[in-house]
């Protein structure tokens, strides 16, 4: 009977030893897809939740402006215009939190995005009353040299900062005119957004905005920037909408470093999202002036219009950042940088949050409060598993090992004795 014991207690100590470390190497895997899936989906109680509902990482917009140095040559003699830059001039942009929520049984959530400015001098290169001498929007969309002329309006003016962003009372329109006019008090959207609830791999997916499916083409795989799937893939892009161009883009991995002690992984606008559609045909439909872009052979532009009300408005990166080599020489001036004009995002790979970005008219980057909250909320809980998990594995494979072993060593001393009893009973038989 005591044999049986400690030979079933090994048996069992080895089968529950192999259990643990089987439940600990489970749970590597397992633990983490949980975690992930669980805290990234978009609804009330999980960090995901909290983390897209409200204003969280505030947004900065930073504008740098062209300052046209010889406006009377321009108009004159035809020359090309010679700028300086000017700027930053930065605005708090995203502050206030998602309002309208509302979430639908098609596990989606609709909500809208309220719109604010405020001026942040500590981190301008001026004042927003610093004037500016410009292209005249009004006069260049104009055909009718009388009204022009009445209104004593010229192919460039010199207007605020506060002005030419914000709006002002044109005096040949009869009407308030701004880059971003009307703005405060105003909304984006409204969005339609996948929760992950049933998909995690769907979450934060954009299904409608303004009411409409548009781009469905794009939008069935774009987000709105601030978070993407959990576990993210080095090899696949990431696609994401902004509704500044109305359309979606896509950026690449580029490197991996660490942001406030927490690992991101860097992505980088590509270069043919501002191709000429000749190169890249999902832009031909932001080729809408064949004159202007010389028969749609032109990068580094994008005709804005059709998502401006008409107006004559276009979108490139800073100081043509992959632009066609004309627009260089036609506007002295210009020095475009990489490191210094590219559009990127930094995002956690384990929850797709993200966490940095630069999209080159607006920055954001989340600051040592939230970056703390954010390892304590998600990181440290990640951390904890994975000690659990090692431990389980390491005490598991211990107990098995140990109690294999013991198993083993008792069980040769037992059949050592047995085969000495055996010797010597042969032994005893050969005398007699």
Wanted: include cysteine; charged fraction near 20%.
């Amino acid at each position: 009977m005591g044999c049986c014991n400690w030979r079933c207690g090994l048996i069992t100590g080895a089968v529950f030893g192999a259990l643990v470390a089987i439940l600990g190497g489970v749970l590597i895997p397992v633990g983490d897809i949980l975690i992930e899936s669980v805290e990234a989906v978009i609804e009330p109680g999980t960090t995901a939740y909290d983390n897209w509902a409200a204003a969280g990482v505030v947004v900065y917009r930073q504008f740098w402006f062209f300052d046209v140095q010889n406006p009377i040559e321009v108009l004159n003699y035809g020359t090309s215009p010679v700028v300086i830059e000017r700027g930053p001039y930065t605005y708090k942009t995203r502050y206030l939190p998602k309002d309208n929520i509302m979430f639908n049984p098609n596990m989606t959530v609709s909500f809208v995005l309220p719109l604010g400015a405020i001026f942040e001098p500590s981190m301008s290169a001026g004042s927003e009353e610093d004037k500016i001498t410009s292209l005249n929007l009004a006069v260049a969309v104009s055909s009718c040299l009388t009204l022009i002329r009445m209104s004593n309006s010229s192919l460039f003016q010199r207007r605020t900062v506060k002005e030419l962003l914000w709006g002002y009372h044109d005096p040949l329109l009869k009407s308030t005119l701004g880059l971003f006019a009307p703005y405060n008090g105003t909304f984006d959207g409204p969005y339609n957004v996948f929760t992950g609830k049933d998909d995690i791999s769907k979450v934060g997916i954009i299904d409608r905005w303004k009411g409409e499916k548009k781009e469905k083409k794009l939008l069935i795989t774009s987000r709105d920037a601030s978070a993407f799937a959990p576990g993210l893939d080095k090899k696949k892009p990431l696609y994401f909408f902004s509704s500044d161009i109305c359309r979606s883009v896509s950026a690449s991995y580029e490197r991996s470093y660490s942001l406030k002690d927490i690992e991101v992984y860097r992505y980088g606008l590509l270069p043919s999202t501002l191709a000429s559609p000749i190169d890249n045909p999902d832009n031909r439909c932001f080729c809408r002036n064949f004159k202007t872009t010389k028969n749609c052979t032109m990068a580094g532009v994008l005709d804005l219009s059709s998502c401006q009300e008409g107006r004559p408005i276009y979108m490139s990166l800073p100081h043509f950042l992959h632009g066609s080599p004309s627009l260089l020489t036609d506007v002295l001036g210009l020095s475009p940088n990489e490191e210094h004009h590219s559009t990127y995002l930094d995002v956690e790979p384990n929850t797709g949050f993200t966490l940095k970005f630069a999209k080159r008219i607006q920055t954001a980057e989340l600051d040592d409060q939230t970056a703390d909250l954010f390892k304590e909320e998600l990181v440290s809980r990640m951390e904890m598993l994975d000690i659990i998990q090692w431990v389980l594995l390491g005490t598991g494979t211990g107990i098995f090992v140990l109690c294999l072993v013991s198993f083993l060593h008792l069980n040769f001393i037992k059949n050592k004795k047995h085969n000495h009893f055996y010797e010597g009973k042969t032994a005893e038989m050969a005398k007699s």
